[in-house]
């Protein structure tokens, strides 16, 4: 594509004549949109991609953007929109006690981190149960081992959690800092 779009310069003839349709078929999808999926519903010869990437360049600095995560294509919040956004969590994280959240936190924060680095850091006991819990959830894996006595085997973050909490990437989510400026809770030990 080459040139960036000026989300105030008419869209081109192609993205006028496909782009409400493939916009509503994204919305209306329970599940990300691939590629192949939208270039079916356009005519042959016609550009899936050149489409997508034209609409993802237009909604980049708007609240709801087009994104593409390792499932597919899909509408997700700015993540600058999250904490409004999340005061009506989706169902999996209500299902997360406080105590999973806060070390599911730690870990998206600090990853990759041990289980002892994530005791030490919250201040907290952390169950082994507890890690068991988000790793069946999806939201956590084991990582490589340390090196070095002991071998502690270290916890990241998967994509499974990237897609629920709606993030294109770790970077996307708010600092401390951030969030003790926009005077939402922190827990006062970590």
């Given at each position: ?45 016609s ?12 909604t ?84 490589i ?24 990437a ?15 809770p ?5």
């Amino acid at each position: 594509m080459g040139k960036t779009l000026d989300p105030l310069l008419p869209p081109s003839d192609f993205a006028l004549l496909h782009g409400a349709e493939i916009e509503a078929f994204i919305l209306a999808s329970p599940t990300p949109v691939s590629e192949a999926q939208v270039a079916a519903r356009l005519q042959e010869g016609s550009s899936a991609a050149g489409l997508l990437s034209e609409l993802a360049e237009r909604t980049k600095d708007r609240a709801v953007r087009l994104v593409r995560d390792p499932e597919g294509w899909r509408y997700a919040v700015d993540p600058g929109f999250l904490p409004d956004a999340l005061k009506a969590p989706a169902r999996k994280a209500r299902e997360l006690s406080e105590a999973a959240l806060a070390t599911l936190a730690f870990i998206a924060l600090y990853e990759p981190v041990t289980l002892g680095e994530i005791e030490r850091g919250r201040g907290v006991k952390v169950s082994r149960a507890l890690l068991d819990k988000l790793m069946e959830a999806g939201m956590i894996r084991p990582g490589i081992r340390r090196a070095g006595t002991g071998r502690a085997a270290t916890y990241s973050t998967t994509d499974s959690f990237l897609t629920h909490f709606r993030l294109d990437a770790l970077s996307d989510m708010p600092t401390p800092e951030e969030l003790l400026s926009r005077d939402l809770p922190v827990d006062a030990k970590e």
